[in-house]
């Protein structure tokens, strides 16, 4: 069965820190990897997209992709308290339907 | 564009009563899915189209009926309501593309969610 895997949480970390998010998967078919934010009580939005092997920065954000160790992680640098939400990591196939993990619960004070 | 929207918000069902979750795009989109949400749990895959015509069951299709008459529009049907139905319903849209540099790719898009209470 395909699964990804993320730690529930929640992971606390201080106002201007950077928040380090992992997740591994089970289907060495998947092509695209992403990662979504989602508030409580709101539906998700995608943050972060990567297909290759490496780095991928956008912002603050930096998404990083190991398919030899069927590795994605997500790290937030100068983390701001409206940061705090859900994080989900999703794989899939073109043309498939998402896999998602369950989430990581991440949570900046000020 | 308004994306992919979703009606009702909210709505409570009495067990056995049966309703439609509606949902439409309007990016031209050919593949939609619905997926549920329990709390403290990832989305679980319910139902995906590929497009207009052609449905195919997901993770958890038990209880739940799709129709794709359009390419727009992709309505849930719960026919029997159960409590075990109780959760925030999320519809999703996508149009996957081959890219020379990347490969295939696919981004997903979501709609705000349905929460359906079954008491």
């Known amino acids: 069965q395909k699964e990804v895997e993320q730690n529930s949480g929640p992971l606390s970390v201080p106002e201007g820190a950077i928040a380090s998010l992992n997740c591994t998967y089970s289907?060495?078919?998947?092509?695209?990897f992403f990662w979504y934010r989602q508030y409580s009580g709101k539906s998700p939005e995608l943050i972060m997209s990567?297909?290759?092997?490496g780095d991928k920065e956008d912002g603050r954000f930096t998404a990083q992709l190991n398919k030899a160790s069927q590795y994605v992680s997500l790290l937030i640098r100068d983390s701001q308290p409206s940061d705090s939400a859900t994080y989900l990591c999703a794989a899939n196939q073109a043309g498939t339907a998402l896999i998602f993990g369950k989430g990581t619960t991440l949570s900046v004070s000020s | 564009n308004a994306g992919v929207t979703q009606t009702p918000k909210f709505r409570i069902l009495k067990i056995g009563q049966s309703m439609t979750l509606q949902c439409t795009q309007d990016?031209?989109?050919?593949?939609m899915y619905w997926y549920r949400q329990d709390p403290g749990m990832g989305l679980k895959l319910i139902y995906y189209?590929?497009?207009?015509?052609?449905?195919d069951k997901g993770e958890v299709p038990n209880g739940y009926n799709v129709s794709r008459s359009t390419t727009e529009d992709f309505p849930l049907r719960l026919e029997l309501a159960a409590p075990s139905q109780t959760s925030v319903y999320f519809c999703?849209?996508?149009?996957?593309?081959?890219?020379?540099?990347?490969?295939?790719?696919?981004?997903?898009?979501f709609g705000p969610g349905t929460r359906l209470t079954v008491l």
């Open positions: 999703a849209s996508s149009y996957p593309t081959r890219d020379r540099a990347r490969g295939s790719t696919d981004t997903q898009y």
């Open positions: 990016m031209n989109h050919n593949y």
């Open positions: 990567i297909y290759s092997n």
């Open positions: 289907d060495r078919g998947s092509q695209s």
């Open positions: 189209s590929v497009g207009a015509g052609i449905t």
